[in-house]
């Protein structure tokens, strides 16, 4: 049952109310998985299922590689918005542990609850489209959905199509079922991720592959035309630009990624056999990142757009190697439309980044896919049922934490709330996001307050000890000691953000004022250098832009 209720609930949960909208709602009900998906992984251990064992040592694995990552709070998370840390990898291990315990009926209504999320975040892409929906504040200028990346969108698409093959060819109201792929492919173009619509292209062929030959060709027609239909839509009415045939994922982008996997390899032999910890990948690549891969000094790397190189980075040859082994050995008994899903979903993130609203379900489809032979028990005696309640509890009380934390960042956000920021700082993790949304709201009062000053120079100080490798932290203290601090502070705390991250414009910028200031022609001349690279000179580098502290 809890399988089913995230194949129904990861891709439609959101909320307003907390300060991400909609990693918030779906990394709490990841949570839930956590605890009772452990359970179902230790039965299935016990039972002897070899796929399963391999997956507890992967975990184990990935454990070992947080304890030793020096930052194991930041491991355990992982930052927030994204989908790593420990905690992710144990969701992803529950998730493919829950559906594989599932007995027939309920992996029909997996199915089918993935189905209905699929269809509903298709509509909502339709409805953004014309701008008779918001969209995502995150994806403004595409198609999202309810899922918050329009990637993610579009793969949750691609697999739906995948979902409808045995659908189309048993049920008769197979009509039916073409319109659901006219939306879902349609949603898909709309997201505007190429992607997204490659792996439409190979969904298409598996329904067209069960279906039949006449079913078969008015599926593949019909997504094709939804393709043309959703450009058409999008493009006499959009407000979100997210009409365009394809999506602004170029062929730059693409290099720049690769450039990246290649950086990545330096990371993996300064620590190939326990990786730099589950949710570090920024820490691991950021102080190799070129010019090219931060897109103008902006883009940083939370994750490494491709589950490979992310996990050989973060959990070590070691981490990796029981990783291929786990898939490996549960994909012979993986078959149907869920193992379709599954593969889609797999291709996919060897191009994109994992999200907590789409990695849990393609996992929980691998594990519902596995063929059952005829007879096998799917209860449980009391022992295990109380043992995944209590876990279930403590998920949906760790999951409720997180939820109320994000509330009250949100409110303190919105209304330069002191004190409702310090009731967040006391149940969120010790992620330097909150404590620099501290130094904001503090730095406003500062304006006219010296003792606000004061403490928003403490809370990013405070950001910047919580996750030294954090670059964007460094830089921002930089900007507070530039402003209220001392000359001395601001050049240790810019050089801190240059070190892990070589590239990052703000920091540069910044570089480059103090330098000026001081008359430190060496590192004035380096900052403007590579701001040149960068093509953001500014003024103080004989640029047309003045850059403010």
Known sequence: MLAVAAAALLPLVFSPAVSHTFWAPKASVCLLLVGPGLVALTRLVLAGDTPARVAALFLAASTVSTLASGRIALALTGPPNWGTGLVFVAALTGAWALGRSAGEERRRQVVLALLLGALVN????????RGLVPPSLESPDRSAGLMGNPVHLGALCAGGIALTGDLVRHSRRWPAWLAGLLLLGGAAQLSGSRS??????????????????RRGAAAAGVVLAAFLVA??????????????????ASGSQVAERADLWRLSAGAILDRPVLGWGPGRFEAATSP???????????RVYED???????????????????????????????????????????????VEPQSVGFTPLVLLAFGAARRVPPGSPAATNRGWRVASAVALAGGAATGAVLLTGEVFLHGASLDNDIATHGRAAAVLPPWP???????????????????????????????????PSDAAAWSFLGQLELVWGTDGQATVALDHALDRNPWLAEALQRRALLAGRTGDGEAHHDAC??????????EVCGGPATVKP
């Open 288 to 298: 190799r990142y070129t010019a090219k891969v931060t897109e103008g000094g902006v």
């Open 122 to 129: 298709a509509l909502v892409a339709w409805l953004q489209s």
């Open 196 to 213: 997204a619509v490659g792996l439409c292209v190979l969904a298409t062929a598996t329904v067209a592959a069960r279906a039949g030959w």
């Open 231 to 248: 450009g058409v839509w999008a493009g006499a009415g959009a407000v979100t630009g997210s009409g365009r045939s394809v999506g602004p």
């Open 529 to 538: 250098r590579r701001l040149r690279v960068l093509d953001k000179v500014p």
């Open 304 to 350: 490494a757009h491709n589950w490979v190189v992310e996990y050989a980075t973060t959990t070590g040859i070691v981490g990796l190697a029981l990783l291929l082994a786990w898939l490996a050995t549960a994909a012979p008994t993986a078959s149907g439309p869920l193992a379709t899903f599954a593969l889609l979903g797999g291709l996919f993130l060897l």
């Open 433 to 467: 996001e909150v404590s620099i949304a501290g130094a904001r709201i503090e730095a406003f009062a500062g304006l006219h307050s010296a003792p606000a000053r004061r403490r928003a120079l403490a809370l990013a100080s405070q950001a910047a000890r919580r996750d």
